[in-house]
Every structure is written in structure tokens, then in C-alpha cells.
């Protein structure tokens, strides 16, 4: 894993809850599951324990000793971030003091360009030369998406629809303009992956103003193949799904990838302009994020 900016705490203390009437507020409900923002440490250390699971339990990322010990997916940029939850209200567990809480069962984290610029930047950084783009639109608020993981038995249509009722609510309350963040290919080895890669090198590359290339002392080629030599219907089968559902809403992929040997990945650009998102999924979500307002 990079090395933290300059600026950034240690990890492992408690981030701070959210704060304002916007982070008290749900921004969606489908049934017993809630999405809403991270109100306590307590729920913030949950939602940094299920990315442990998820990450390190049934990926390939390789955990140090601290966080090993901890069973806690934590960084210092947690301590900034505002963590978005999906919570089962009928799985309700039973903590300390014997108080009961839904389950958190999903987790998004977003890392606003206004936070990031007072504390340090942002995570993204470390993996992609994100300065040249953000200097180009000096107008525009940008948001970083990242940590993004669901438990297992909630990885459905309706959990991922949730996850992004919230972004999207969370989007339009702070004014975003764009968005921006690593996706993850499970795996070390560029040549296994050449096929997808390829595909959003030659069908996906930002290009313009929107251009964000891989740091170069980390970056690896995504051109693996020629574009004749790309079966489509096979490279979209090999997505993540993740890496797919931005696709669809209209992202774009930064040149280069990076290989994260700690978390057994190999990371992509995601680059989203508001303004790009497809008109599709405005109007199935709402202009104003009314389809699962709570």
C-alpha cells in the first residue's frame, strides 16, 4: 500500500461521527434495509470490521500485523471520510450494555474534494496523478468513492441499488460535480487480466480534460491486446461487477492500472462526470433522489 500523505493522522483513532442534519437523515429505504450516512465511531469501526471480512477474509489482500490484531479495515483517511451504510433492520444485533442495532451489511466511503483539501488530499492519489485533472476543472467539486464492499448474502439488485439511492442523494445534497476512485480487478497479474483491460483501454479511456494516467512509477500498461483481438461479449464477462455498473451509468477509465500486491489487486481510474451520467438511471432514481426517499 502507498504511504499516507503528509498532514494524515496515524490510523486507528476513532473517526468522528457525521455531523449536520444531512448525516442524521436516511437517505433511502427498501423494505427492512436503510441506507443513511455513519452516525458514530461505533459505526464507522463496524462498517471498517465488514470491509475486513470482505477484503481480507475472502479476497487476497494480506493483512499487517495491526491490522490482523484489529480485524478492522483502517486507514487514516477513514478519520475524514463519511461512510455510507446499508443497514438490515431485521438483523438486528445485540452490542455492549446489551443495545441493539440493525446489522451493516454494505459500505461505501466518500471523501469530498473540500475535506480532502484541508486534511491532506485524497486516497486516490497515491495510485493516480489526480492533480492535472482536478487543476482543469478548478470549478467543479469532486467526490472520491472508495472502500466499497457488500456481505455476501446481501450482494443483490436490491443492496447495490440502496448503495447508490445514497450516492446519489449524497451527491445532489452536497452539489457534486464529478466523481472519482479506484476499482478493483481480484488479482496481481496484468497478463491474466489483458482481456478486460483491454477492453476499457480501447472502449472506455477519458481522454481531454478528463485524462487521469496511472502514477508512473506504479503504472502497467492497459493496452495488452489489440482492439481487433477483443471478444466484447468475453471481456464484459470478465468485469467486476462494479467496474460494469459504472460503465453503465457512463464512467470513463483513467490510462494505465496499478497493481496493489497488499490488497491482491489490480486498480483501474473511475472518472464520472456528473453531467455523463446516463439519463437512464436520473430518471429511475430521480432528479431529487425520490425513488427510495425514506
Not at 490510523?11 to 458514530?40: D, H, I, Q, T, Y
Not at 486516497?123 to 493516480?128: D, L, N
Request: charged share 25%.
Amino acid at each position: 500500500m502507498f504511504g499516507l500523505p503528509s498532514g494524515f493522522p496515524a490510523a486507528g483513532k476513532p473517526p468522528p461521527a457525521s455531523s449536520g442534519a444531512a448525516g442524521e437523515m436516511p437517505l433511502g429505504r427498501m423494505g427492512a434495509l436503510e441506507v443513511r450516512l455513519a452516525r458514530s465511531a461505533a459505526e464507522v469501526r463496524a462498517a471498517q470490521a465488514l470491509r475486513y471480512r470482505v477484503f481480507y477474509g475472502e479476497m487476497q489482500a494480506t493483512a499487517d500485523p495491526r491490522t490482523f490484531f484489529r480485524r478492522r479495515d483502517a486507514d487514516a483517511f477513514d478519520r475524514y471520510c463519511d461512510h455510507l451504510l446499508v443497514l438490515d433492520h431485521d438483523d438486528v444485533e445485540i452490542r455492549r450494555f446489551r443495545r441493539a442495532r440493525p446489522r451493516i451489511v454494505g459500505t461505501y466511503r466518500l471523501l469530498r474534494q473540500e475535506v480532502a483539501t484541508r486534511h491532506g488530499g485524497f486516497y486516490t492519489a497515491g495510485e493516480f496523478a489526480i492533480a492535472p485533472l482536478i487543476a482543469r476543472h478548478p470549478g467543479i467539486e469532486f467526490l472520491e468513492l472508495g472502500r466499497s464492499c457488500v456481505m455476501k448474502p446481501y450482494r443483490s439488485k436490491r443492496t447495490v441499488e440502496l448503495l447508490w439511492q445514497g450516492i446519489w442523494a449524497y451527491v445532489l445534497n452536497h452539489g457534486i460535480d464529478a466523481m472519482i476512485g479506484c476499482a478493483s480487478f481480484e488479482g496481481t497479474d496484468p497478463d491474466a487480466l489483458a482481456l478486460p483491460l483491454s477492453f476499457l483501454h480501447h472502449h472506455a479511456s477519458a481522454g481531454g480534460d478528463w485524462l487521469v494516467e496511472a502514477r508512473p512509477e506504479r503504472a502497467v500498461s492497459m493496452n495488452r491486446l489489440p482492439i481487433e483481438a477483443i471478444d466484447m461479449r468475453a471481456a464484459l464477462a470478465a468485469m467486476p461487477p462494479l467496474i460494469k455498473g459504472y460503465l453503465r451509468l457512463g464512467a470513463m477509465i483513467g490510462r494505465g492500472a496499478v497493481v496493489d500486491r497488499p490488497f491482491g489487486t489490480t486498480d483501474v481510474m473511475i472518472v464520472l462526470p456528473v453531467e455523463r451520467i446516463s439519463e437512464r438511471y436520473v430518471r429511475y432514481y430521480g432528479a431529487d433522489a425520490s425513488r427510495y426517499a425514506a
